[in-house]
Nanobody
Framework: QVQLVESGGGLVQAGGSLRLSCAAS????????MGWFRQAPGKEREFVTA????????YYADSVKGRFTMSRDNAKNTVYLQMNSLKPEDTAVYFC?????????????????WGQGTQVTVSS
């Protein structure tokens, strides 16, 4: 069983930055492939970024490429999402997720564990 807890959300003006954190339980954190998704009101949960299964690559949605950066610290069992140049359309609840098997990194059904989410609101 893996528990994921996100933090770092908040209210920021357009053009600002936030860093989200996702702390994971379990001693095999390094074996999980992690991802971030987001869900805006009235919309489906969408892919933001994820590590490849072997961790050698990082994938980003086109909408965040060049502005968001995902990283991980295995010693702290934590993944991060650095968000720069934020836009009002980035407003959503952000979720981190972990998968213990292969699968499409951009599909929610590929992930086995989810955090509770953290709200990010970008004002114009």
């Amino acid at each position: 069983q893996v528990q994921l807890v996100e933090s770092g959300g908040g209210l920021v003006q357009a053009g600002g930055s936030l860093r989200l954190s996702c702390a994971a339980s379990g001693r095999t954190f390094s074996s999980y492939a992690m991802g971030w998704f987001r869900q805006a009101p009235g919309k489906e949960r969408e892919f933001v970024t994820a590590f490849s299964w072997m961790g050698s690559s990082t994938y980003y949605a086109d909408s965040v490429k060049g502005r968001f950066t995902m990283s991980r610290d295995n010693a702290k069992n934590t993944v991060y999402l650095q968000m720069n140049s934020l836009k009002p359309e980035d407003t959503a609840v952000y979720f981190c997720a972990a998968r213990v098997r292969g699968g499409a990194y951009y599909v929610t059904n590929s992930y086995d564990y989810w955090g509770q989410g953290t709200q990010v609101t970008v004002s114009s």
